[in-house]
């Protein structure tokens, strides 16, 4: 009889520990997500580094604004060039969308112990549907995310902080899919035929990276 208590109890912990861990991916997400609300709008200076291989590209300076929920602008002097997504902040929707997290592991990255966590929409509206976030929990910072999209494969983004007002990145490093980086009809004069070589030269993937300066916040 103690016997088959103990193992009820165990049964019992078990179950009670892996919902609570859910509740806590879940609790964490929100609470970061409660934690880019505070921002309301912001414009800032940026230099954008393309690197995308037999394709030259010379890195260019720009300015971004956003303005929430979601209104995301850059503004160049010149072409510039950048991936559908990735660069816009677009991952705020998955946040402020109803989704499950679920806990997967921690793990080192950046120098920085993170939780893993998986998220999943809910609804069928949004372009996303997975992606895994690197939290520093610690800071309360996403320190990586990757994200799996309907309709332009998948992109990582890898953030970096500075002492910025509400930890808004000093920089993030964006891994693309080449065939949804969007480029110019007036630079590449063949959208089609460019993608065609870079798919015949084997090239799939590309980067970019976003250095950020003078935050104007609120």
């Known amino acids: ?5 103990i193992v009820l109890f165990g049964i ?3 179950f009670t520990t892996v919902l609570n861990a859910q509740r806590d991916a879940e609790g964490l997400v929100k609470e970061l997500s409660l934690k880019m609300q505070l921002v309301d709008k912001y414009s800032a200076d940026i230099l954008v580094k393309i690197d995308v291989e037999f394709v030259n ?3 260019r300076k720009a300015k971004v604004f956003f303005e929430k929920p979601d209104k995301f602008e850059i503004k160049s002097t010149g ?3 950048l991936p559908k997504k990735g660069v816009e902040m677009d991952y705020l929707q998955l946040f402020n969308a109803e989704f499950t997290a679920i806990d997967e592991k921690t793990e080192i990255v950046s120098g920085k112990q993170t939780r ?3 998220i999943i929409p809910m609804g069928s509206e949004l372009d996303i549907v997975l992606a895994q976030v690197w939290i520093d929990e610690l800071n309360l910072r996403i ?3 990757k994200t799996y999209t309907k309709s332009s494969g998948s992109y990582r983004i890898d953030f970096s902080y500075k002492n910025n007002p509400f930890d808004l990145p000093a920089a993030i490093r964006v891994e693309f899919d080449v065939k949804n980086m ?5 630079l590449t004069g ?3 035929s460019l993608s065609k070589k870079l798919d015949s030269k084997g090239v799939t993937k590309g980067v970019v990276s976003i250095e950020y300066s003078n935050y104007v916040v609120n």
Request: glycine letters at 0%; aromatic letters at 4%; proline letters at 4%.
């Open 1 to 5: 009889m103690m016997r088959s208590i």
């Open 12 to 14: 019992v912990t078990f």
């Open 57 to 59: 590209i010379e890195e």
């Open 79 to 81: 072409i510039l060039l």
């Open 116 to 118: 893993l966590i998986k």
């Open 143 to 145: 320190v990586r995310m």
């Open 182 to 186: 969007s480029l110019p009809s007036t």
């Open 190 to 192: 063949d959208l089609e």
